[in-house]
């Protein structure tokens, strides 16, 4: 079982809608990401903590709550 909880939201998204998280290069750009970062972070990949505007970020891209992804 997953215990990231980043990892677990992107799953739980997915599962809701039916379809991959995928967000676009203007969704990326709105909310101050690289794809490449994106791609790290929820591949769980990333060495480099997830600032406090990511983590604003994702959870806005993935319609959950900032405390659930951190």
Request: aromatic residues 4%; without cysteine.
């Amino acid at each position: 079982m997953n215990t990231n909880p980043i990892i677990t939201a992107k799953n739980a998204y997915e599962a809701r809608l039916g379809v991959n998280f995928s967000p676009n290069e203007e969704t990326l750009t709105r909310l101050g990401f690289k794809k490449k970062r994106l791609t790290r972070i929820l591949s769980g990949k990333t060495t480099k903590p997830l600032t406090a505007t990511e983590a604003k970020g994702l959870a806005e891209m993935l319609n959950v709550p900032v405390s659930q992804i951190i």
